[in-house]
Nanobody
Framework: QVHLLESGGGLVQAGGSLRLSCAAS????????MGWFRQAPGKEREFVAT????????NYLDSVKGRFFISRDNAKNTVYLQMNSLKPEDTAVYYC????????????WGQGTQVTVSS
């Protein structure tokens, strides 16, 4: 498994930006697909974005396309989620996850970081 630690969450006004980071250790990070997921109160966890281990294949939830961007730095064992033009409906706990391929399953999860977007 991969140990994951998220950071960068916080409170931001609608229209603002945040960048989440996820530092990884353990199983070879460079061979792991990485993903960001989120869970809002009273809702199920949903996929937000995924990236292949090479960084060449990315996928996004339709509602975040053009606003969120996932990237990774394999030299730093870190994956990022740049979130722009944030909306109140983006409010959720954001989780980083690692898996063997972008389609899953994702078998390692971070503890989550809260993102709150005020209107």
């Amino acid at each position: 498994q991969v140990h994951l630690l998220e950071s960068g969450g916080g409170l931001v006004q609608a229209g603002g930006s945040l960048r989440l980071s996820c530092a990884a250790s353990g199983r070879t990070f460079t061979r792991s697909a990485m993903g960001w997921f989120r869970q809002a109160p009273g809702k199920e966890r949903e996929f937000v974005a995924t990236i292949s281990w090479t960084g060449g294949n990315t996928n996004y939830l339709d509602s975040v396309k053009g606003r969120f961007f996932i990237s990774r730095d394999n030299a730093k064992n870190t994956v990022y989620l740049q979130m722009n033009s944030l909306k109140p409906e983006d409010t959720a706990v954001y989780y980083c996850a690692a898996g063997l391929n972008v389609a899953g399953p994702y078998d390692s999860w971070g503890q989550g970081t809260q993102v709150t977007v005020s209107s």
